[in-house]
Structure formats: structure tokens, C-alpha cells
């Protein structure tokens, strides 16, 4: 089965500050997707990475892909207290079609 | 324009009794999957749907688990017999199996509490 471990699984940063949250899986699935979720709140899409290499932007998260090591991060830069949240990464077997296989997540506290 | 939507938000049953979720993928989108979040669980894969058959129903965690899809769109998760560590929070996803990928756009999840 596909496995997805992130790390950590519990951040707490002071906002202006930059942190990595890595994600590492274990097969040689191509696609890698990030999801956010506030507390009592649904999951929300943020990043699909579909090739080795792929960087995407989006304010204060920027997130890539290294297919060769398996490994996806999603880098802060400069958090700020609305970054607070629970964010999750996601693989798949490489088809149009199919379950996603999540991580953990990582709960993410950016405080003053 | 309309995300996924499931009914109800919250639902309370007592133990024993029967329970259905519904889900209303977004409109167009092939696939359906659902996945159930507990505490310390994380995310669990329950069932997906292509059209109105199901390729992998292979999280279902027992039999008193089922679900359908009708018209390939609304689906309905049942659970018969509810148990106590059935509480979660299921929630619905949908994709759209036209593009390069299989972004999940999830829909707002049914709270169950099992009493």
C-alpha cells in the first residue's frame, strides 16, 4: 500500500518566521496534492504538483515536488497568525482515477 | 459556482440504529469517493464511485458499511447497526477524470455521533 509521512506533525512557529513541512511516499506516484483544513472546517486544495520539479506559489506557501526522492515540501515564509491550521499531503497512483492516500497532517499554530 | 454538498451536517443516532449520508458530487464530476476522519485516525478511505459502479470499495470496514450512486451523481453512504466507534466525521469528495489529475474537491462532511 501507499504510504505518506509528514513531518512534523504538530508546528508551532512565532509569526515572521519560516518553517518546511516535509512529505515523503513511497511509491513512484508522479502527483502530489496539499490540502488545508480548519478546525470544524472541510479540507481545502491548495497545491496539485504533477511532475518532478513542479513548484507552486500561493501567498506565504510554496510547495514542490522531487519525485527522485519521494519528497514533497511545503515551505512558509514569514507566517502570519492566519496560517494557523491543519495541512495535509496527499499521493495517488498515478491515475486520472482513484483514492488519495493522506499524511497525517500537520497541525500548524502560528502565533503573535 | 455549487462545491460538493452532504446531508445531513450533524447527525446523532443511538447505537443499533440505521444511519444514511448523503452527498451531491459537483456537477459534472465523475468520480466519487468518501473517506471518514476520526480523532487520532486521521483520513481513512472508504469507497469510490466511477459513475454509478464502485472499482474500490476496499475501505469499507465492515459489512454493515454500504453505498450507493444513482444517475452518477447523488450517493448515499449507509451504515447499519451503527456502533459507537462508527462516530466520525464522513465526509464526500468528487473529481472531474477529464484532466491530467485527480484533484478531490471535498464537500463539507456529516458529523455522526454515536451515543
Known amino acids: 500500500e501507499l504510504k505518506v509521512e509528514q513531518n512534523p506533525l504538530f508546528l508551532s512557529m512565532q509569526e515572521g518566521k519560516n518553517y518546511t513541512i516535509y512529505c515523503n511516499y513511497s511509491t513512484t506516484s508522479d502527483r502530489l496534492y496539499w490540502y488545508r483544513q480548519d478546525p470544524g472546517k472541510s479540507l481545502e486544495s491548495l497545491f496539485v504538483?504533477?511532475?518532478?520539479?513542479a513548484v507552486k506559489q500561493e501567498g506565504r506557501l510554496m510547495a514542490s515536488l522531487d519525485t527522485k526522492a519521494r519528497l514533497s515540501t511545503l515551505h512558509i515564509t514569514a507566517a502570519v497568525h492566519d496560517l494557523s491550521a491543519t495541512y495535509f499531503c496527499a499521493a495517488d497512483r498515478g491515475s486520472t482515477l482513484g483514492r488519495l492516500y493522506f499524511g497525517r497532517g500537520t497541525q500548524l499554530t502560528v502565533w503573535p | 459556482g455549487a462545491g460538493v454538498s452532504q446531508s445531513p451536517s450533524n447527525k446523532v443516532t443511538e447505537k443499533g440504529k440505521d444511519v444514511e449520508l448523503r452527498c451531491d458530487p459537483i456537477s459534472g464530476h465523475t468520480a466519487l469517493y468518501w473517506y471518514r476522519q476520526s480523532l487520532g485516525q486521521g483520513l481513512e478511505f472508504l469507497i469510490y464511485?466511477?459513475?454509478?459502479?464502485?472499482?474500490?470499495k476496499s475501505g469499507l470496514p465492515s459489512d454493515r458499511f454500504s453505498a450507493e450512486r444513482t444517475g452518477g451523481s447523488v450517493s448515499t453512504l449507509t451504515i447499519q447497526r451503527t456502533q459507537q466507534e462508527d462516530s466520525a466525521v464522513y465526509l464526500c469528495?468528487?473529481?472531474?477524470?477529464?484532466?491530467?489529475?485527480?484533484?478531490?474537491?471535498f464537500g463539507p462532511g456529516t458529523r455522526l455521533t454515536v451515543l
Open positions: 464511485f466511477q459513475g454509478n459502479s464502485a472499482p474500490d
Open positions: 504538483l504533477l511532475s518532478n520539479g
Open positions: 469528495a468528487s473529481s472531474f477524470t477529464g484532466y491530467r489529475d485527480n484533484e478531490q474537491f
